[in-house]
């Protein structure tokens, strides 16, 4: 016997920290998802940049379905094939040489930052444990990664919080060089801001904490769990801005849809992390290795990387277009399928009215913080899904704006 359920439910059963939409999607496909009364949505939420190869996808449902007909799961006791592919993958893939996969992007941003601070322990001695983050960045939810994390809000109620983390400016070099020093373990920050409002960092910045991390021996990681597997249009961020970190963590679209998180690290760092120092107990499974590496095959093509610069144009131009006519943004910014609009000051704060409007549409899509909408759909997403959701969003505008005036 199955329960009838209705999203009032949610409210009476579900701890109160999210606010979903009034309604509740039952099935996708591609980017198009329908809820309980057959009303269709196109989705530029991705699952917050997570269906990077949309819903339901017929590859990763096939790579899912073959790995669930053999076995599961068998800690860490025993390592597995799936899981030893896609480690090789992104060790191909990218800089480093060594992979440690968790569940999310928080649990990979945790092993990261415990190993600068045993990196640096080991190699330096106890004093140098500081680590340096940046206004308005997000690492996570565990206390670890939202004390690094830097919106106040989010952490502050729940001090004592762990103590030598600081904060800089973003894309503010000489804030971040006052901060770092010889008792620096870490610098964490994200090659573009995601929740903090979709800022794409300016490369002099980045090149910049390269050079300090190099001088005081402090390992810089790159938090990609958002603009990681080809969000931007190439693999990893790091790759469109020429600038190597020592760590770089990445989740989200790493699984379309299945949670997995990694960090990817060089020998040089990843030899302080021996056994016993770290560990989870589904980090690594053979369900989230198979379908990953699928993803992994599917995304890091030049089909699929170029064609994610290819429908940024097609999102910037019709988004410019949008607001020629309604003057509602001041900045259309992002790179690749991470795209933000900036509310004009007179429409600040107003940006979850808009998602409302849109989802009234039929549109799914994201804000970040409350002056910015953002854009983070399929990295596949077509032509015409792209059209008739934007079409959707220049009704959710208008019904914004007539809102506004009424
Ligand atoms: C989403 C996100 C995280 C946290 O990932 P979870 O899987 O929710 O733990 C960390 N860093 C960035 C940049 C993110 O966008």
């Known amino acids: 016997m199955s329960q009838s359920i ?20 039952v099935r996708g496909e591609g980017s198009t998802l329908w809820d309980q009364q057959g009303k269709d949505y196109i989705d530029f939420a991705g699952g917050i940049a997570v269906n990077a190869l949309g819903h339901a996808n017929p590859d990763l449902r096939k790579a899912l379905e073959e790995q669930a007909a053999k076995f599961w799961h068998t800690g860490n006791g025993y390592t597995n094939e799936p899981i030893l592919r896609l480690a090789k993958q992104l060790i191909d893939a990218t800089f480093a040489d060594k992979v440690f ?25 106890p004093n140098k444990s500081g680590i340096v983050a940046f206004k308005n960045a ?18 502050q109620d729940f001090a004592p ?20 020093n010889e008792n620096t373990c870490a610098v964490i920050v994200e090659p573009m801001q995601g929740e903090g409002g979709v800022v794409p960092a300016d490369p002099t910045f980045l090149q910049g904490l390269r050079e300090l991390c190099d001088r005081h021996n402090a ?22 801005y020429g600038i190597t970190p020592d760590v770089l963590s990445t989740a ?3 699984g379309g849809g299945f949670p997995i998180g990694a960090m990817l690290t060089t020998d040089k760092f990843s030899k302080v992390m021996v056994v016993g120092t770290h560990g989870t107990t589904y980090g690594g499974n053979p ?36 607001n020629q006519k309604h003057q509602l ?57 792209v059209q008739k959701g934007l079409d959707r969003f220049e009704r959710a505008c208008e019904r914004f704006l007539a809102g506004e005036q009424s």
């Open 6 to 25: 209705t999203r009032q439910n949610f409210d009476e059963w579900m701890m109160p920290v999210y606010a979903p939409a009034s309604f509740i999607p």
């Open 101 to 125: 996969f968790c569940n999310s992007g928080a649990e990979a941003n945790e092993v990261a930052l415990k190993l600068a601070r045993k990196y640096a322990h080991d190699n330096f001695g």
């Open 138 to 155: 997000f690492h996570g939810r565990t206390l670890f990664t939202v004390s690094a994390g830097g919106q106040p809000a989010y952490s």
């Open 161 to 180: 919080l762990p103590p030598q983390i600081s904060h800089a400016i973003y894309n503010d070099l000489q804030s971040a060089s006052e901060l770092i």
């Open 219 to 240: 390992v810089l990681i790159f938090d990609e769990v958002q603009t990681g597997v080809g969000r931007t249009g190439e693999l990893y961020a790091y790759m469109h």
């Open 252 to 254: 989200k679209a790493l």
């Open 287 to 322: 369900l989230a290795g198979a379908v990953a590496g699928r993803v992994m095959e599917i995304i890091n093509t030049p089909e699929v990387l170029n064609g994610v610069k290819q429908r940024h144009a097609w999102f910037v131009e019709r988004l410019n277009k949008i």
């Open 329 to 385: 943004f001041s900045e259309v910014r992002g790179l690749g399928l991470l795209i933000g609009c900036v509310l004009q000051p007179e429409y600040s704060g107003k940006a979850k009215l808009i998602l409302q409007a849109a989802a009234q549409e039929g549109l799914m899509m994201l804000i970040a913080g409350a002056n910015v909408v953002r854009f983070a759909p399929a990295l596949i997403v077509s032509e015409a899904e």
